[in-house]
């Protein structure tokens, strides 16, 4: 065991902090401490991490993904999350890092990180070992399915070297509001309310089409709102089994149909429960506008914030 410095001594408040209070940061990571399989979420990366040779050794594995976590959870860019290490002592105590005896991994480094999950899709191979894990602590996919889709922002500005906007993303219109970006579309266990499916598409893309990519295939109710009205043809070539308890359109002719409504307003008591894993995202973890271009590197970034909302709302299961 090595012998800690005074700078690792003052981090951890040893003596030297005798009236300090524990932040909200400071629980929440303490919590995620806790409850994130490292150990799993570890395995998935390893094969793909480079090895120590004989050049300069790699940081640790864990090291760099504690580091990653900590980006996305406060909505952190590259340099903006060294330096953030570098100033909070919660966020050097979380990942682990001795000032009297390291540096903080540098930005680059980190770029270098995100670009190593982006190339080997291991965003996606980690939401799913979340997935893998929660099941294993008896969180079991269930047979209802809510399916949502929700718009993440990109820059609409031409303002950039290519004179251009993203090519990849696109805009489209929800109620009388144009946006220009990307769509997120999730499948939602729903009885545990955690995410079991996703699909990245560009804005543009119509809320039905990846709709069998969001189902398991062992639903006996999938709920949605009025996007995914009618599309019962689409849900059963996936879940033969099912039955359709999206909202369905309650104006005909001019004319309000309370029965309709009504039902609509029942079902929609479960299909609110996708809500809570976009507060999650975009509220609480800010990945409400994209910060890289493509559909690809942001593809990865909401996979992972996925997997993390997903530990984050299973957390009281977790730590039992």
Known sequence: MKQQTLAMAADQGDGYEQYRKLTKRDTFLATM??????????????????????????????????????????????????????????????????????RVPDGTTLLKFRRLLEKHKLGEALFAKVGEVLQARGMK???????????IGAPSSTKNADKQR????????????????????????????????????????????PLPELLHGNEQ???????????????????????DF?????????????????????????RARVEHVFAVVKRLWGFAKVRYRGLAKNATRSFVVLGLANIYLARQRLAA
């Not at 399989?37 to 940081?59: D, M, T």
């Not at 406060?74 to 005896?101: K, P, Q, Y």
């Not at 996919?141 to 718009?151: F, H, L, N, Q, R």
């Not at 369905?248 to 079902?267: L, P, T």
Request: one cysteine or more.
């Open 33 to 102: 401490e806790q409850i994130v399989p490292w150990q799993e979420l570890c395995s998935v990366i390893e094969p793909h991490y480079p090895k120590a040779g004989n050049g300069r050794p790699p940081i640790g594995l864990e090291r760099m993904l504690r580091m990653y976590f900590v980006q996305h959870w406060f909505n952190l860019a590259d340099e903006a999350c060294e330096e953030a290490l570098l100033d909070s002592t919660a966020l050097r105590r979380f990942v682990g890092i001795d000032l009297g005896r390291e």
């Open 166 to 209: 993203d090519p990849e993303m696109h805009q489209t219109r929800k109620g009388q509001q144009w946006y220009f970006g990307m769509k997120m579309h999730i499948g939602v266990d729903s009885r545990t309310g955690l995410a079991h499916s996703a699909v990245v598409t560009a804005a543009n893309v119509h809320d039905k089409h």
């Open 221 to 243: 109710r999938v709920y949605g709102d009025s996007a995914y009205a009618s599309q019962r043809a689409l849900i059963e070539s996936k879940a033969p089994q099912t039955k």
């Open 141 to 151: 996919v269930g047979t209802g399915t809510i399916v949502d889709a929700t718009i």
């Open 246 to 270: 999206t909202n369905q359109r309650v104006r005909r002719d001019g004319e309000i149909d309370e029965v309709e409504r009504s039902k609509n307003h029942n079902k929609s008591k479960v």
